[in-house]
């Protein structure tokens, strides 16, 4: 029977040391390869990605419902594009009572961001105007890091409010959390959010732990479509076929 050679705890000791060492390298140069921005910058720029607002003004003559799923697909895209490098990536956070506000250069759409907390649990008040369009109010916070699922997260729901026209309004509410993308090593969101317009409509969407997307959209408690998709690369909505004149 041939020798079998184990490692000694010495052998065990030095591999463990060198594994944290890579650990560390790798931590750390996502954390300087990562452009210092504060969650403010971030969420501005977010906001500024419109076009999914345009998409349900143009759906609001065919369908309300495909309306509130593109009123979800702008919140969801959102909260995405905001997260990336939220955490110990971040740069240094505005100051209390700070505003700060980005100009789409081609759709002049406006968003303005309001710090109104900081520290571990950090608010903050956001408004957008897309011309022709509508416009979105909401306020976010930022919690502390906890653990979800073994890695470090930090929930940031929102609370916002879209505005179309023919007086169109649609009632968003998240909870969302962030993976920290230091130790992930590429943004994590997941959570839940409800949904609900002034046309009756209703709407409950959940992202795994994974990303994907699922959930519905009801009527008069019937279900009329459904969410599915990953949120890296987008929120897609089936519209159930409708008989005539519902």
């Known amino acids: ?34 452009r210092k921005i504060s969650g403010a910058e971030r969420l501005a720029e977010a906001l500024l990605d419109t ?63 309001l710090t109104e907390a900081g520290g571990a649990d950090a608010r903050l008040t956001y408004a957008v105007n897309v011309p022709d369009v509508g416009e979105v109010r909401g306020t976010r916070h930022i919690g502390p890091v906890h653990i979800s699922g073994l890695c470090p997260a930090r929930r940031t729901p929102d609370i916002a409010q879209i505005t179309l026209a023919d007086g169109y309004t649609a009632q ?38 994974d990303g994907t997307i699922s959930g519905t959209i009801t009527r008069e408690a019937r279900v009329i479509g459904r969410f599915e998709g990953r949120v890296a690369h987008g929120l897609n909505f089936k519209r159930y076929q409708l008989e005539s004149g519902e």
């Open 172 to 209: 968003l509410e998240s909870e969302f959390e962030v993976g920290d993308y230091l130790v992930t090593g590429r943004t994590r969101l997941f959570g839940a959010a409800t949904l609900r317009d002034n046309r009756g409509n209703v709407g409950r969407l959940n992202i795994g732990y």
């Open 51 to 113: 076009e999914s607002l345009r998409e349900a003004g143009r759906d609001l003559s065919e369908a309300s419902e495909k309306a509130l799923a593109a009123c979800a697909a702008y919140l969801v895209h959102m909260a995405f594009r905001s997260a990336e490098g939220l955490g110990a990536a971040s740069g240094a956070e505005d100051p209390i009572g700070y505003s700060r506000t980005h100009t789409h250069p081609y759709t002049h759409a406006a968003a303005t961001v």
């Open 1 to 34: 029977m041939p020798e079998i050679n184990l490692p000694t705890k010495r052998e065990l000791a030095k591999w463990g040391i060198l594994a944290s060492a890579l650990a560390g390298s790798v931590v750390a140069s996502r954390y300087f390869g990562t």
